[in-house]
């Protein structure tokens, strides 16, 4: 590349990418990137991460804050068994859904079989002819109950047919190449598993499932995002004999759960059919004073005290949070706990159930916090709309007596607010209390773009913003 030439920097995170052939320190990647597209921000390492995570997630898996490594890298060799229906053996076709999630680098949900464009090969790399196909499959709807639906599949009835396939024999799928959809195909019939192995490997891809989600800001993360930093997790054994598919692993995983696919998580957040571990309310401690401390997880100089009874309820906390830090009431909230039983540095968040949205009959909404076992120093944490994944820290500081005549719940105590100015109306030369914050621009331009009402109105109205909150 010449001198002159210029490159944006999500085309210069891609070029660095591209040259991988391994893991790489952090400040080793930033210093390429920068090299390939120079930045005057001051943080310049911020709009990188900011860049890999918005256009370049699944390009990329972090080993840790400081190493990372191509996501293309950790899928080459990868081996993963495909474990034959009966519709399967009997029309030498593979349904798409689930086998290839995520082990296709293109969008598997699309419904268009032009965009699939994978080729195969036998363990010779002789080429595999192929043709598209559909297949009928029971799956679990969202509402838990079986239905009969159709999935793209790819028809392998030609080479398949050489292998007098039954139901429970294997395809061993070998990534040649994850970018270019190159795969190498080897037959492996039912007597011939080696069970042993099969459940050791299970049992390393459980555990790292596991870690990742535990260790995961989202409690329903996308198994797109999670099962390639599972595999890097396995390390070489990711590369050996194959234990059974990833969904069946999950399934078999008391500790796991998943949601057609797509997402895969702790059991209890993906299911709410277990109840929250409670105990019986001690009469005294229902006219108690429960004195809490929330701040925003990421923002912890913004906070608000909050005072409750025993007697009040998690709907009652739930609108207190609502009112104290502005969120509006048409999306679906949730306390969690980390369970006093339960020991060691994976021990999951679990929620007490949903607060909002439009059904009526929640009995979460009536849990009385003397039932939560809380001692001072207990944290709790608390999310506001699951899309945004909008988390909270709370802390129990004291169970005091309530004040005379005092009204419970309340708000005791917040933050002073530090007031910011408008950077628009500052370029005019005035100050104005800015109200909003450009989320667009404020990623674009490396910097917090606060804005008055009338400014975001007149010069940001098909823009991204938010609310600000002091």
């Known amino acids: 590349m010449n001198e002159t030439s210029t490159m944006t920097k999500s085309e210069a995170i891609q070029a660095v990418l591209n040259e991988l052939d391994g893991p790489i320190e952090w400040d080793e990647f930033a210093r390429r990137v920068l090299a390939l597209a120079p930045s005057k921000a ?35 060799r990868l081996c993963f068994r495909i474990t034959l229906t009966r519709q399967e053996a009997e029309h030498g076709a593979v349904a798409i859904t689930p086998w290839f999630i995520p082990f296709f680098q293109t ?16 363990e010779q790399e002789q080429a595999i002819t192929w043709r598209p196909a559909t297949l009928r499959q029971q799956i679990d709807n969202t509402w838990g109950s079986r239905e009969s639906v159709q999935v793209a599949a790819i028809d392998l009835s030609g080479w398949l047919a050489k292998h007098n396939v039954r139901r429970g024999d294997s395809l061993l799928v070998t990534i040649k190449d994850w970018i ?38 989202d409690d329903r993360p996308y198994s797109t995002e999670i099962i390639p930093y599972a595999y890097a997790r396995l390390g070489d054994a990711a590369y050996d004999y194959p234990g059974d598919h990833w969904t069946r692993v999950v399934d078999d995983d008391k500790r796991l759960g998943r949601m057609d696919y797509l997402y895969v998580g702790l059991a209890r957040y993906l299911s709410f059919d ?29 906070w608000r005290r909050i005072e409750l009874r025993g007697s009040d309820t998690l709907n009652d906390f739930d609108n207190m949070m609502r009112d104290a830090f502005d969120h509006d009431w048409d999306h679906l909230s949730e306390f969690y706990y980390k369970p006093k039983d339960r020991k060691g540095r994976n021990v999951g968040w679990e ?51 309530a004040e005379p005549d005092a009204d419970y719940p309340r708000i005791a105590e917040r933050n002073k607010p530090r007031y910011r100015n408008c950077v628009s109306c500052a370029e005019k030369g005035k ?40």
């Open 42 to 76: 001051k943080k310049p390492d911020q709009g990188i991460r900011t860049g890999l995570r918005y256009d370049c997630a699944r390009n990329v898996i972090f080993l840790d804050k400081k190493k990372l490594i191509p996501t293309r890298v950790v899928m080459k």
């Open 107 to 122: 969008n598997f949900l699309c419904s268009d079989q032009g965009e699939f464009e994978p080729h195969f090969y036998d």
């Open 180 to 217: 270019r959809q190159e795969y190498i195909l080897a037959f492996e019939s039912a007597k011939s598993i080696n069970k042993t192995k099969v459940q050791q490997q299970n049992t390393g891809l459980g555990n790292a499932i596991y870690d990742v989600v535990c260790g995961h800001s």
């Open 274 to 302: 277990d109840e929250p571990l409670l105990q019986e309310a001690d009469p005294a401690s229902l006219d108690k004073v429960f004195r809490f401390k929330a701040s925003f997880k990421y923002r912890k100089s913004l």
């Open 351 to 401: 929620g007490y159930g949903y607060h909002g949205g439009f059904d009526e009959d929640r009995g979460t909404d009536d849990i009385q916090l003397a039932e939560l076992d809380l001692e001072v120093g207990d944290q709790l944490r608390y999310v506001y709309d699951f899309g945004d994944n909008i988390q909270h820290i709370i802390e129990l500081e004291e169970i005091i007596d």
């Open 431 to 470: 100050k104005t209390r800015a109200t909003m914050i450009c989320i667009e621009c404020s990623n674009e331009e490396q910097r917090e773009v606060l804005l008055c009402d009338e400014c975001a109105s007149k010069d940001h109205e098909d823009h991204y913003v938010d609310e600000i909150i002091y």
